[in-house]
T-cell receptor, first 113, second 109 residues
Framework: DAGITQSPRHKVTETGTPVTLRCHQT?????MYWYRQDPGHGLRLIHY???????DKGEVSDGYSVSRSKTEDFLLTLESATSSQTSVYFC????????????FGQGTRLTVV | KNEVEQSPQNLTAQEGEFITINCSYS?????LHWLQQHPGGGIVSLFM???GKKKHGRLIATINIQEKHSSLHITASHPRDSAVYIC???????????FGGGTRLMVKP
C-alpha cells in the first residue's frame, strides 16, 4: 500500500462547516494527489503537490484548498462544505512523476448534510 | 468526448471465461494504468504500461501506442475478480491521472 494513510475514513459534517482531510505517507514520495470519486463522473483530480509547499490546482479545485508543510502530509480542506462535496476522496502518491506507478489510500467517505 | 473511454461499462461473465476490457484514449500519454477497485474498497494498481505487454498471474495488459488503445485480459475468471476496473492515463511529468469511467465486472460461479 506504499504506506499511505487517510484520516478520517468516514465523516459526516454540516453544510457550511470547514473540513480537513489528511493524507499521510511514510516513504518520502515527492508527488501527492487528491482525487474525488463520484457516480457518473469517475475519479477527478482536485489538487496535487510536487514538493513541500509546492501545490497546484486540478480539474475540480473550486471550494478546496491544500497544504503540504512536510513531505509526509498532504492536507485537503473544504473551506465551507456544501452538499455537492459529498463524495469519496482518495489520496494518491507517485514516486518521481513521469512513468511511475501510482498508489492510492483507502479513501475517505465524506457526507455533507 | 472524454479523453479516456472504456468499454464495456458493465460485464457479467461465468466463472472460467476469458474476459477483455478495452480502453481508448485521445491524448498523448507517458503511461497507461490499469486499476482495480472492489466494492467499498480502495484502489489498487494492477499495471502501468508505456509499451507492449505485461502479465501478472491471470491478468494480461497490452497497449498499442499508435492506435491509442489498451486491453486488460483476465484468463480463467473467478468470482473474486468481481470488481470495477479502471483505466487511467498520465500525460506529463506531474503524473496526474485522467481516468476512464470504469468497467464493472461480475463473475458468477
Amino acid at each position: 500500500d506504499a504506506g499511505i494513510t487517510q484520516s478520517p475514513r468516514h465523516k459526516v459534517t454540516e453544510t457550511g462547516t470547514p473540513v480537513t482531510l489528511r493524507c499521510h505517507q511514510t516513504e518520502n514520495h515527492r508527488y501527492m494527489y487528491w482525487y474525488r470519486q463520484d457516480p457518473g463522473h469517475g475519479l477527478r483530480l482536485i489538487h496535487y503537490s510536487y514538493g513541500v509547499k509546492d501545490t497546484d490546482k486540478g480539474e475540480v479545485s473550486d471550494g478546496y484548498s491544500v497544504s503540504r508543510s512536510k513531505t509526509e502530509d498532504f492536507l485537503l480542506t473544504l473551506e465551507s462544505a456544501t452538499s455537492s462535496q459529498t463524495s469519496v476522496y482518495f489520496c494518491a502518491i507517485s514516486t518521481l512523476g513521469g512513468n511511475t506507478e501510482a498508489f492510492f489510500g483507502q479513501g475517505t467517505r465524506l457526507t455533507v448534510v | 468526448k472524454n479523453e479516456v473511454e472504456q468499454s464495456p461499462q458493465n460485464l457479467t461473465a461465468q466463472e472460467g471465461e476469458f474476459i477483455t476490457i478495452n480502453c481508448s484514449y485521445s491524448v498523448g500519454i507517458s503511461a497507461l494504468h490499469w486499476l482495480q477497485q472492489h466494492p467499498g474498497g480502495g484502489i489498487v494498481s494492477l499495471f502501468m504500461l508505456s509499451s507492449g505487454k505485461k502479465k501478472h498471474g491471470r491478468l494480461i495488459a497490452t497497449i498499442n501506442i499508435q492506435e491509442k488503445h489498451s486491453s486488460l485480459h483476465i484468463t480463467a475468471s473467478h468470482p473474486r475478480d468481481s470488481a470495477v476496473y479502471i483505466c487511467a492515463v498520465s500525460a506529463n511529468a506531474g503524473n496526474m491521472l485522467t481516468f476512464g469511467g470504469g468497467t464493472r465486472l461480475m463473475v458468477k460461479p
